[in-house]
């Protein structure tokens, strides 16, 4: 029954779909006598882009109006089109809102476009597909699971492919991943199988995962109806999409994950939306105004039947309503509130997000313009992957950095090392051809030197125990290069520099073929170890190992580690030798490393060979049986020595770290490497000064007391929060003034098991309790450092502090993948384009080259931007504020009636086109203070932190400047109507020109103020701010100057013109404007003086003083 | 009024670096240009105590002339005003010079500002649109049509037009009232006249143009029975036009006619009594409302409003005295502040 049969490999299917996959190899059955159900995968096509042609304009405006104040306008907009009778015309509020979400559309439909043609290149990039031998040229997108696939050199792969065949003798091909992970050393990856003729196969593997470095599978090769044999496919074998073939002129592939179930797609995802602290702000602000114009609404609708119930009023003789409007009275309360609330919709300012969007989108252009952020090196600039952060540079409060890459140049340098306890220290290769230099060894003096076989051992284990490649010259010449020029590539630079140290000493790693590693010793004798495994590095392990046997047929195993993990599994009396050299290494700021080195006879080696290979081949658990494996070989191994690579500090990393300081940002360094390490950089960037007193809660300080580590962990915390916290406060209470002086600093360190300890106690009461004591402490030093940190308690601690009291803004700085995590977390990330790659910049929000650049970033950008979007906020509300007031008040005046005081025209045009460029290009040019006194004086970063000027007490100066405005403009104008004959021949103006005088003062008065809070004009100021004036002028001649065919109502016919003709019009508005800014001109007398050189001039003072 | 100090920064300027070759290079390297360096020449301000100051003085120093100036201008425009009830009697004249004299008519608790009345008119009715004047804009409604003809003019507004009439009588010593001589033109806006209001067509004979609309309700006479003056007849009647434009408060006073001078020797209204005669027509009682008429002379600031030369003087005065006493302060205080800003 084939109907049945193909229910049960559906359903088969969907069992296996669970857990694992099923793959034919170029779309051949497993068995011949079983027919191919082929299984439905998604295509290789890659989808970045959010919209089609099709659903763009649906979607789009879904989305946008998804936001609440797109939202509101969309409500008003369709309230003025079905109710008959608003005050307005529904274009009035239209019109902006049309404005706008056209704007927006284009800018989303352009970075949309942008994606398309991102995903088109990948997709209908050509590649070449194996059908029953023959070669096909095919786009990418078209390629299904199950194709096999050939890629040659320098290409990148379409897909997630298993590496069947390659055209390299020794099974294997060199793929560099710097586009994943950023790891740009060559990787090897190893052949599947060799014969693609006759290939009868099918692949089981693991569904689709994100994890780059975990892949389990296993293979069944059919031949000629034998039991089918089965390979065990690993990360090695698989070839992730985006990387890149090297080193190997072709291969070829069968896909196995496509489009969006690559591990590159699935990795893309999951990067969260970050909102920046003015949005939420600006929310905050909307919904007072919302409030206020829910509550005028209210008010006027109250009043006016208030007013109504008067005999006589409602409807007078000259005055009288339709029929229609007699006949809809019961519901006109509703109604009436409904049009009250369309009249005063404009203190939302429609356009506000608009700008604010513009400003962000344009303003973020000068990060990457900024020269000073170029670096010649890489030759690249800033980048910025979103611009929606930028204010949020001025608002940092925590800096969690990296150690390595970030502070420290990720650019290792051998230094010394020590053999058996005698310290070597390479002076200068040139004075000292033969090697070894003896300076200040230890104590003992009779013998100066280790054992020539042990300095050899030492040098063969640094030669052998890496994986080190050597970089292949294009013309595969004979003669090998220069020593000191030949080129290594590692997937971390220490490796590099120990090779490279091994080097000076005599011993050259001449490279890997075919799994035989080629050494040239000190007496230029090339000696070959064939590779028997690579026990690799991890970072919970913290070793790696390599098991190599010499042509004399010893089997050897090297390690190297860090000394934590290598102490324990040596003989305890070589230990002391060496401890001492490693920790005052690690002290003096030097990545150590310990080496180590066993015999291993031939049960042993057969032994853990078997016990790797079963391993390897596990489906389940793989990671657990390895690593268990690794134990057992690495142990009682014998230490040889100990090396100190330098990690040099990055350009200006101390004077960066000092302005960060200075400008009351709290430093948190958050590094995997040793405490001692850390210390030492921390001290070398000034994090930590000779009187900074350091309080440690470390694992070495928790086993002190010889109690239980629970104990002493809570007597720690008490006794330094007592000390950090309380004191603290006790001697501000004391002394109040220039307490910076005395102040003692603080710096803590804790450790990544501490850490956790603290953090998941077991008991419950305690564990919210040690949290905040820990918190409490931390936010009263200067600097605190977390070392031997996972990546994900980075992120953990990032997100502790983003949530602790205040929410203050935290901002992570990394250059590697470890960073990630916490690049994502902080509210604002930002990557280093270092030598570890590319994913912690594709994550990041900015990135920038150096260490250095993030002063500027923050002190002159972030500040700038800051100030510059605080501003435009608070004059977008104040604007619309003073803008509607009048129209409030002139219903008091007109009976409730909604009449509006202003033309339509002009209601329109206020927020897009009077007053809207003046601000948009103050909130791109201004600068308050100049870039160079910003850089100079860190402290002017304090001056604006914790959101100084969005919190409620600026917000309220500016409401109450645009109620003050607002009464002046209309009751000003109210005063001069009381005689309505204003005019030099007796002639009467009307409401409209009443409305049209109001409106004159304001756009001028709220142009001007602008004008007088612009510290830095440009052309661009003056063209824009005269420009908008002389606009106004000019559309207002326009506009009343014609009889308009298409207006119902001729309104401002020559009322303009009309007004300019009346002296005491021209009086009214200026006396209004004058007395409008005048508060503003004497804020400045009591204000300190300011503008971008008055900070200089009071500097100055300070110095002479 | 402020100092300023102008910051050229620019000493690279626009220049671009654009070397030979540097073509691929050039496309990453950011360019050195002033605007995108954030290094435009830039106009710096700075606003300090002592440059603000000068600013009060002068402010002050301006305003009050001007204002007074304004209160005195104000001050001698003779203005009087009689609240209009069902009589007329004889009153003082107070105008003793020669120039124009402006007769208004107010009305208070009158909203011509209401929405309501402010849309209901037609504009291209009145421009003279044919098609409109026999289809008044739904706009007027109620007022648009009567008896199923078009009213001409529709709408409220011109429905409710001010139709009383105001006659000024000289008391003669000798017993005899002899009528002062008033203009009907001129009291409405030019272009409002001459462009904005239209008769339907130029002929001459209105009577045929209006020629199946009807009156509005409240009208005794057709609209073009306004005035016997063909120029000032139908739609361009300046007492019809000063009517639609609406006023801006509920409380207003409209141009009614004006007492032409006679010459620069002669007092334009004798010294005497007058008597106001008054055509009732237009009711108010119903809603509260009350009429006045008022005389007026006319400077170059309008009528007579104090309101704008008190407002002169006081900001004049207050600014000077801010002036001055900020100037003690800094004087006095300006250094030790310095010194505190020091300490901090």
């Known amino acids: ?1105 | 009024m402020m100092a300023s100090s102008y910051n050229a920064k620019d000493e690279d300027g626009h220049i671009t670096v654009s070397g030979p070759g540097g073509g691929t290079l050039r496309s990453k390297k950011p360019e050195n240009t002033a605007f995108k360096q954030q290094r435009l020449p830039a106009w710096q301000p700075i606003l300090t105590a002592g440059t603000v100051l000068p600013a009060f003085f002068i402010i002050g120093l301006i305003f009050i002339p001007i204002g007074i100036g304004l209160y005195v201008t104000s001050n001698n425009i003779k203005e009087f005003e009689v609240t209009l009830y069902d009589m007329s009697g004889p009153h003082q004249n107070p105008f003793r010079n020669c120039n124009n004299v402006f007769m208004y008519y107010g009305l208070s608790n009158f909203y011509q500002n209401h929405r309501r009345y402010v849309k209901s008119r037609d504009d291209s009715q009145l421009n003279g649109d044919l098609e409109s004047l026999m289809k008044p804009s739904k706009e007027c409604e109620p007022y648009a049509y009567h008896e199923n003809k078009p009213i001409a003019p529709c709408g409220a507004i011109a429905n409710s037009m001010f139709n009383d009439t105001l006659e000024l009588f000289y008391n003669d010593p000798n017993g005899t009232k002899i009528q002062i001589p008033m203009t009907a033109t001129g009291i409405a806006w030019w272009t409002d006249k001459h462009v904005k209001f239209r008769n339907p067509t130029d002929n001459a004979n209105l009577t045929a143009v209006f020629q199946g609309t009807t009156k509005p309700v409240n009208w005794r006479r057709p609209v073009y029975e306004l005035d016997t003056d063909p120029q000032n007849n139908g739609f361009i009647n300046e007492d019809f036009i000063v009517w639609m434009r609406t006023a801006a408060l509920p409380t207003f006073r409209k141009l009614y006619r004006i007492i032409p001078k006679k010459n620069s020797m002669v007092p334009t209204l004798l010294r005497g009594n007058y008597t106001l005669e008054v055509v009732y027509n237009y009711p108010v009682r119903s809603f509260e409302g009350r009429k006045r008429m008022i005389l007026s002379t006319i400077s170059w600031m309008g009528g007579k409003n104090p309101f704008l030369g008190i407002a002169y003087i006081t900001v004049g005065s207050v600014c000077f005295f801010l002036g001055v006493v900020l100037l003690i302060i800094h004087h006095k205080y300006g250094n030790r502040n310095n010194s505190a800003d020091i300490a901090n």
Not at chain 1, 707 to 728: C, D, F, P, S, T
Not at chain 1, 779 to 799: D, E, G, S, Y
Not at chain 1, 932 to 952: F, G, P, Q, V
Request: proline share 3%; net charge neutral.
């Open chain 1, 1 to 1105: 029954d084939i109907r049945l049969l193909c229910a049960c490999t559906c359903l088969g299917g969907d069992e296996r779909r669970v857990d694992s996959r099923t793959i034919y190899v170029g779309h051949r059955s497993g068995s011949p006598n079983e027919a191919i159900i082929p299984p439905k995968f998604c295509d290789n096509r890659i989808v970045s882009s959010k919209y089609t042609v099709w659903n763009f304009l649906p979607k789009n405006l879904f989305e946008q109006f998804r936001r609440i104040a797109n939202f509101y306008f969309l409500i008003i907009f369709l309230v003025q089109v079905r109710t008959v009778d608003t005050p307005t015309s529904p274009v009035t509020s239209g019109l902006p809102l049309f404005f706008v979400i056209t704007v927006t559309a284009i800018k989303q439909g352009y970075e949309d476009w942008l994606r398309h043609k991102a995903d088109n290149e990948v997709n209908k990039y050509p590649v070449t597909v194996l059908e029953d031998g023959r070669r096909i040229r095919k786009e990418s997108e078209k390629i299904k699971v199950g194709d096999v696939v050939e890629v040659e050199e320098d290409e990148t792969f379409p897909c997630d492919l298993i590496l069947l065949q390659s055209s390299r003798d020794d099974d294997t091909c060199f793929v560099t991943t710097a586009s994943l992970d950023g790891e740009s050393n060559h990787k090897v990856r190893c052949t599947a199988l060799l014969d693609l003729e006759s290939l009868n196969a099918t692949i089981e593997c693991e569904q689709p995962q994100p994890d780059l470095y975990k892949f389990v599978g296993r293979m069944h090769i059919y031949t000629n109806n034998q039991e089918p044999a089965v390979r065990s496919l690993g990360p090695e074998n698989l070839l992730l999409k985006g990387a890149t073939l090297k080193n190997t002129q072709k291969i070829c592939g069968v896909a196995v994950y496509t489009g969006m179930e690559t591990k590159m797609a699935l990795n893309y995802q999951g990067k969260s939306q970050k909102r920046s602290a003015v949005e939420k702000s600006i929310n905050a602000f909307l919904l007072v105004y919302l409030c206020i114009l829910v509550s005028k609404a209210l008010v006027c609708t109250t009043l006016k039947y208030v007013w109504q119930s008067k005999p006589g009023q409602d409807e007078p003789w000259y005055n009288e309503k339709t029929q229609r409007e007699k006949d809809t009275n019961l519901v006109s309360m509703f109604t009436d509130f409904l049009s009250f609330m369309v009249l005063f919709n404009f203190i939302i300012p429609v356009s506000m997000y608009v700008t604010v969007e513009m400003q962000k989108f344009l303003g973020s252009f000068f990060i990457t313009w900024d020269k000073d952020f170029f670096d010649p090196e890489i030759k690249e600039g800033a980048l910025v992957n979103t611009s929606d952060l930028n204010e949020e540079l001025g608002q940092v409060e925590y800096v969690f950095t990296d150690k390595t890459g970030t502070l420290t140049q990720n650019n290792m340098e051998f230094i010394e090392c020590c053999i058996d306890g005698f310290q070597y220290k390479y002076r200068d290769a040139s004075s000292e051809l033969d090697g070894f230099c003896v300076t200040d060894g230890p104590v003992n003096k009779l013998q100066q030197k280790a054992g020539r076989e042990r300095e050899e051992l030492f040098l063969r284990a640094l030669c052998l125990c890496h994986t080190v490649q050597v970089k292949e010259s294009t013309e595969q010449k004979v003669v090998p290069p220069p020593e000191e020029q030949r080129g290594f590539i590692a997937s971390s630079p220490d490796e590099v520099a120990l090779v490279k140290g091994a080097m000076r000493y005599g011993f050259t790693f001449l490279g890997l073929e075919s799994k035989t590693m080629k050494i040239l010793n000190r007496n230029n004798d090339v000696e070959m170890y064939e590779l028997l495994h690579v026990l690799n590095f991890d970072p919970v392990r913290r070793r790696m190992s390599v098991i190599v046997r010499s042509r004399s047929g010893d089997t050897l195993l090297f390690c190297k580690g860090a000394d934590s993990s290598i102490f324990p599994r040596v003989r305890q009396e070589e230990v002391e030798r060496i401890r001492m050299h490693v920790e005052r290494n690690a002290t003096e700021g030097y990545r150590t490393l310990c080496v180590a080195y066993k015999h291993l006879s031939a049960e042993e080696y057969a032994q853990a060979d078997k016990g790797l290979r079963e391993a390897r081949l596990a489906l389940q658990d793989r990671e657990e049986k390895l690593m268990a494996v690794y134990n057992q070989v690495e142990t009682g191994m014998s230490l040889i020595g100990a090396t100190a690579v330098e990690d040099r500090l990055q350009e200006e990393a101390a004077e960066t770290m000092e302005a960060l300081q200075g400008a009351g940002i709290k430093i948190w360094v958050l590094t995997g490497d040793k405490m001692e390490t850390a210390k030492s950089t921390c001290y070398a960037c000034r994090l930590f000064q000779r009187n900074t007193e350091l309080l440690e809660l470390t694992v070495r300080t928790l086993e002190d007391g010889g109690r239980r580590r629970e104990e002493r962990l809570h007597e720690l915390l008490i006794e330094y929060h007592k000390k950090a916290v309380l004191n603290l406060n006790l001697f501000l209470c004391s002394c109040c003034r220039s307490w910076s002086s005395a102040n003692q600093d603080y710096g803590f360190i804790i450790d990544g098991a501490t850490l956790s300890m603290v953090l998941n106690t077991s008991s419950e009461s305690n564990s919210s309790r040690y949290k905040n004591l820990f918190l409490q402490i931390c936010q009263n030093c200067t600097t605190v450092l977390c070392c031997r940190m996972a990546p994900l308690q980075k992120a953990q601690i990032v997100k502790m502090v983003k949530n602790s009291k205040g929410s203050p803004i935290t901002l992570s700085i990394g250059d590697g993948a470890n960073d990630v995590s916490m690049i994502l977390e902080a509210h604002v990330g930002i990557g280093i384009k270092g030598k570890e790659g590319r994913q912690a910049v594709r994550n990041s929000d900015y990135a920038i080259p150096k260490l250095k650049h993030l002063k500027k970033l923050l002190l002159a950008h972030g500040h700038l931007y800051y100030v510059r979007i605080a501003h435009l906020v608070q004059y977008f509300f104040y604007k619309n504020l003073c803008f509607i007031l009048p129209q409030f008040l002139y219903q008091f005046f007109c009976g409730y009636s909604q009449q509006p005081l202003y033309d339509a025209a002009y209601l329109t045009m206020y927020n897009i086109c009077f007053t809207s460029m003046p601000i948009l290009a103050y909130s791109l040019l201004e600068q308050h203070i100049c870039i160079e006194i910003l850089l100079d004086n860190a402290t002017l970063y304090r001056e604006i932190a914790k959101n100084a000027m969005l919190r409620w007490g600026p917000f309220l100066y500016w409401t109450l400047l645009g109620v003050f405005h607002g009464l002046l403009f209309f009751f000003g104008v109210r005063y001069l109507f009381s005689n309505p004959a204003l005019q030099d021949n007796g002639q009467v103006f009307g409401n409209w020109s009443y409305g049209t005088i109001v409106f004159t003062v304001l756009v001028f008065t709220v142009t001007l103020k602008l004008a007088l809070d612009t510290r830095h004009w440009t052309w661009i100021n003056h063209f824009v701010i005269w420009g908008s004036l002389a606009f106004y002028v000019f559309f207002s001649f326009f506009w009343g100057g014609i009889i308009w065919p298409f207006l119902r109502q001729q309104r401002l016919y020559f009322v303009f013109a009309n007004m300019l003709s009346s002296v005491s019009a021209w009086l009214v508005i200026i006396l209004l404007i004058l007395l409008s800014l005048l508060p503003e001109i004497l804020l400045v007398v009591f204000r300190k003086p300011r503008g971008p050189h008055a900070r200089q001039v009071e500097l100055k003072h300070t110095y002479t003083a």
